[in-house]
């Protein structure tokens, strides 16, 4: 690994990248509550038809009513959820690991890993190459 990165500063930066890596799933999982949550939603369309058919009126009636397009959270449906997280703490998470990879490692991704990497390999051995860095330094 390039010298110019002292060890400490990455072994913490990497720490900061993991962190955002589990955001990174945190709003994948978000974005499936949000697409379970709309296909429950358009099924109890169908489930309401099929009551009505079997003659449960009334119980087409309470779904429909209160459940069906029912706000997940005060005032919110899920897209409302995930569009104020992708505007406030993702958008605010990912500002700040860019900044920070571009002042304490030149923009570079991954060095923590990149260390890992060389550490692990058997060096001479085909398929334990080296290889390029995947995001160079600005000035490379």
Request: glycine letters at 8%.
């Amino acid at each position: 690994m390039d010298e110019k990165y002292d060890p400490a500063t990455v072994e913490a930066v990497g720490k900061v990248t993991e962190a955002f890596e589990t955001i990174e799933r945190a709003r994948g999982h978000l974005y499936s509550f949000h697409q379970l949550t709309g296909s429950a939603d358009l099924a109890l369309s169908d489930a309401v038809e099929q009551l009505e058919k079997a003659g449960h009126a009334e119980w087409a009636r309470r779904i429909s009513e209160e459940l069906i397009g029912l706000n997940v959270l005060p005032d919110r449906w899920t897209f409302q959820v995930i569009e104020e997280y992708d505007d406030g703490y993702f958008k605010t998470f990912q500002d700040l690991v860019r900044d920070l990879l571009g002042t304490l490692t030149d923009g570079r991704r991954h060095l923590h890993e990149q260390q890992m990497k060389e550490d692990r390999r058997t060096q001479g051995r085909t398929g334990h190459e080296m290889g390029t860095p995947s995001s160079p330094a600005a000035d490379d």
